[in-house]
């Protein structure tokens, strides 16, 4: 094995063709002895759609290849054989968040892969097709914004509420912080939904998802997420 002092002596190769650019967003980061670049690809927050109620079934495989994912869940009231139930079920029907880099999720939603039929990109439609997959990229969410959206959506309530643009009255541009009750330190905007004053998180691209009821006294604009 060559030293440290051995290595740098090393002439490096020449006349090689020029690498291709990278598909994936990266950093280049240097190795400890030789200096050299090495490429490291970033993860980001994907939202994936399971198509045919095969949520679970997409769940379970992403999580037994070690990706990190989240399933919004939420509490509803249903009539079930006359009774009134609270049930537990998927906030956002069908959509999964994942945690991986480019090159991996396309493991799972390129073919040859098992689930590449029935397992999809969210995309965005608002931005330009992409040259290497002739269709729109992909939604990924920043890690602030899918923090906040984890922090409201984990509050055990049936009052959570996913609601349609049309829906979003909001009673000014500014941005507020909850400072009091269950959902302490959410991030949104005011507005009403349902008759009540709520904070509404916007997922651009995605969905708008509400709280329940905020008492003005349990707000703070900032400046800034």
Known sequence: MLTPDEAV????VLDLPPAPPPKFKAIMQRTPIQGC????FIKKRFVLRATYGRTEK????LQTANVETYLPMHYVVKEINGKRKLVHEPLLPNIIFAYMTREKSNEFVKEPAITAKWLKYYTDKTKPVEKETGKNPPVTIPDNEMLNFIKLTSVNSEHIMVLPPERCHFKSGDLVRVIDGAFTGVVGRVGRAAGQQRVIVVLEGVCNVATAYIPNDFIQIIETF
């Open 9 to 12: 002596k090393i002439p490096p």
């Open 37 to 40: 670049p090495r490429i490291v």
């Open 58 to 61: 997409a769940l379970g495989i």
